[in-house]
């Protein structure tokens, strides 16, 4: 397996959803054409009979995704995500959210000081926060699901929302960051 190939595979896996052919471009610094080579070379290695993987191609994005014939049991674990109890860990990254969104994940990260990327993706299969473009990045806020769950009318009515929304250690801890 090639460099390409292998950073191909961990950028795809570690978004967890597709990805534009253009950002894929910047991320691997190469052409269309070398992106095209790298997309063929890794839809032959993972594409197999066996693998537990597949690269999907549209015109515009790409993603890896679980073989459809595992479908079942990835839907049972996935299940549990989605029912069970929340860890400390999330209940945590989705106060942050509520209480400091519109935020970035490197944001994010920097007040928690991990890696949010799981954390924020059973989030976002639960339902309870969602994504956002702004601009030319992605940021997290909470759905109205979350809100009404909790029997809030908005995020602002939420206790101590300005306290917390304005607390100036967190927004140095922020911007440090920048």
Do not use: W
């Amino acid at each position: 397996m090639n460099t390409l190939t292998r950073n191909l595979e961990a950028v795809l896996f570690a978004a967890g959803k597709s990805m534009s052919k253009k950002q894929l471009q910047q991320v691997l610094s190469v052409d269309e054409a070398g992106l095209r080579s790298v997309l063929d070379h890794t839809a032959q290695h993972v594409n197999q009979e066996g693998s537990g993987i597949r690269l999907f191609e549209s015109e515009f994005e790409v993603a890896l995704v679980t073989d459809p014939d595992a479908a079942d049991l990835v839907r049972d674990v996935l299940r549990k995500d989605v029912t069970g109890e929340l860890t400390k860990p999330s209940v945590e990254t989705l106060a942050i959210i509520a209480y400091r969104g519109p935020i970035t994940k490197p944001e994010l990260e920097q007040v928690r000081g991990v890696n949010c990327s799981l954390i924020l993706r059973n989030l976002l299969i639960r339902g309870l926060i969602e994504e956002v473009q702004e601009k030319r990045q992605i940021t997290y806020v909470v759905t109205m699901e979350f809100l009404q769950h909790l029997g809030y009318e908005r995020v602002d009515a939420l206790p101590d929302y300005v306290a917390l929304h304005e607390h100036t250690l967190l927004s140095a801890l922020m911007k440090q960051k920048e």
